[in-house]
């Protein structure tokens, strides 16, 4: 980036484009619960956009509006409708047939299409995410909910068999666990909340949605949809603080599985409030901090390119970024070289701009943590190597590249989530192995390399570390029918389109000895259709 002032990133007085403008504050009152959008008359929290404004020479962050500070009482009320609309798995929804779920998430997905711009628009105030990106994860979204419903569809047709085996007859389905909380990440408050949302749902759970922490607003022009294309109680939205609201879900002993992408910490304290653990299912995507490793044969143009995306791609705002970066000493100054003139190259500014690719940060005190790790590593004897790198202005922050970070430094160990890009010299291979191995996270790292026998020897033993290990590229969740998962603190279970829809939901089977009257039985069951259970049909 240029050594300008960040500052002249902010917009001035009428340079914001009206067809991006929020005429006014968002206040947003509603709530869904119990198949109602109910008004709420009580305190709200105000949201304050990571763009901000000069006022008498000071910038400030924008105020776009409010959302409920809903109390335990309505978190109550919502578990109490979820519950209802489960009713022990007797409810319409959980008994409803496959087919007929479809179509209510089909109805819904199309009535989200219609909100595309106003969630787009949103996403860009409320996270900084650039207008390409927002655009993306919102059609990212609704690509996914779609490949949900053709991946039901082949999974039904699976199971839509019986089975003989030593006499016995039987049908494996996969039936829904009862009520589901989901909470989501701030970096992809859409895309990874409907990650697991949307499979909850169209197995036949009820659903709990509190919206992350940032990121609330752009969920509101959704709640009609919700409301219209599922029966009552079968979706529910709470707002407000988490210990006021989810604290009490967690202890009603209610709550069957969680649905939880953030924090380590945050997970372990919400799973020992529950007062049955061993019955709650857990579904975490949690922290990462995935390493590049570049050998010294790699190729030099494409190490730089993926690390810088995988580095600081929204801001280095994504659990799957590289955090760390381990280079061959015989070619780390020629890297460092290209890597801090490809960041130079970056072009900040709002997250409409034309070509934008560093944009304010949204989290409330993010630039000042980073600076706090950029200054314990210079401490240790690193320095920040790329011009301007680290300068701050307000929610603004030019990317900083630290070299050489090693152990004892904060950024050698802790997820830094933003753009501060630590790299590391080696010259024994092991370095960087021991690292991935010791590591708190095993979610993915990057190998750069030509030679095919040096990628084999480092793939079998990585493979045992982390759970995606990518070949010259920068590390990634896509495509969403690849698993999507990590070892040690940094996930709990599986998600993919197809592994989504199973870690919702619990195989169950009805099975009968082979006689002649059981057989009749079944055979008239499936005959007459009596059973959405038990049945033969086909989904095309």
Not at 406 to 419: A, D, H, N, T, V
Request: aromatic share 8%; glycine share 8%; net charge negative.
């Amino acid at each position: 980036m240029s050594d300008e002032s960040p500052a002249s990133v902010f917009p001035g007085d009428g340079m914001i484009p009206e067809k991006v403008r929020i005429p006014s504050p968002i206040e947003q009152r509603e709530y869904l619960s119990d198949g109602v959008i109910r008004e709420w008359t009580g305190p709200q929290e105000d949201v304050a956009s990571p763009i901000c404004r000069s006022i008498d020479g000071v910038f400030r962050r924008m105020r776009i509006g409010s959302f409920p500070l809903l109390t335990e009482a309505q978190a109550l009320e919502a578990l109490d409708a979820a519950c209802r609309a489960y009713d022990h798995g007797r409810g319409p929804w959980p008994t409803m047939s496959v087919e007929e779920r479809i179509r209510h998430v089909e109805a819904f997905t199309f009535r989200m299409q219609e909100q595309r711009e106003e969630v787009v628009k949103l996403l860009m105030w409320e996270i900084g995410k650039t207008l390409p990106d927002s655009e993306k994860e919102f059609d990212r979204t609704v690509e996914y909910i779609r490949d949900t419903i053709d991946a039901l569809k082949d999974l039904d047709r699976l199971s839509s068999r019986f089975v003989i085996e030593q006499g016995v007859i039987a049908q494996i389905r996969r039936a829904p666990l009862g009520v589901v909380l989901c909470m989501g990440p701030y970096n992809y408050p859409l895309n990874e909340t409907f990650t697991t949302l949307i499979p909850a749902l169209i197995m036949g759970n009820a659903v709990i949605f509190k919206p992350p922490k940032l990121g609330v607003l752009l969920h509101r022009p959704l709640l009609e949809a919700f409301r219209d294309s599922f029966p009552a109680g079968v979706i529910n939205t709470v707002y407000g603080d988490g210990q006021e609201i989810v604290g009490p879900l967690m202890r009603s002993g209610r709550i069957d599985a969680l649905a939880f992408i953030g924090s380590s910490r945050v997970a372990d304290i919400l799973k020992k409030q529950h007062p049955k653990p061993h019955r709650l299912r857990c579904i975490l995507g949690l922290e990462a901090k995935n390493a590049a490793i570049v050998l010294k044969d790699a190729d030099m143009d494409n190490a730089v390119k993926e690390c810088v995306l995988g580095a600081l791609s929204f801001n280095g705002q994504r659990c799957t970024a590289l955090k760390m970066i381990f280079v061959h000493e015989g070619i780390v100054d020629a890297f460092l070289a290209k890597f801090c003139d490809a960041v130079g190259r970056l072009k900040g500014g709002m997250p409409w701009d034309e070509g934008v690719q560093i944009t304010p940060l949204p989290e409330v005190d993010k630039a000042k943590y980073l600076k706090e790790l950029i200054e314990d590593a210079r401490a240790g004897g690193a320095r920040v190597v790329n011009p301007n790198g680290g300068a701050v202005e307000n929610t603004f922050m030019t990317p900083a590249v630290v070299y050489p970070v090693g152990p004892g430094m904060r950024l050698y160990s802790e997820e830094q989530f933003g753009p501060v890009v630590p790299v590391a010299a080696f010259s024994d291979i092991e370095e960087p192995m021991k690292y991935v191995t010791e590591s708190d996270y095993g979610q993915q790292v990057s190998l750069f390399g030509s030679s095919a026998e040096c990628i084999a020897d480092l793939v079998d033993p990585l493979v045992n570390q982390v759970c995606r290990v990518n070949i010259n590229s920068q590390c990634q969740r896509g495509p969403d029918v690849f698993p999507f998962t990590g070892r040690k603190d940094s996930a709990e279970g599986t998600l993919s389109v197809s592994d989504a829809l199973r870690v919702f939901a619990i195989r169950t089977l009805v099975a009968a000895k082979g006689t002649d009257a059981n057989r009749w039985i079944v055979k008239s069951i499936i005959t007459e259709r009596r059973s959405r259970f038990l049945s033969t049909d086909f989904i095309l």
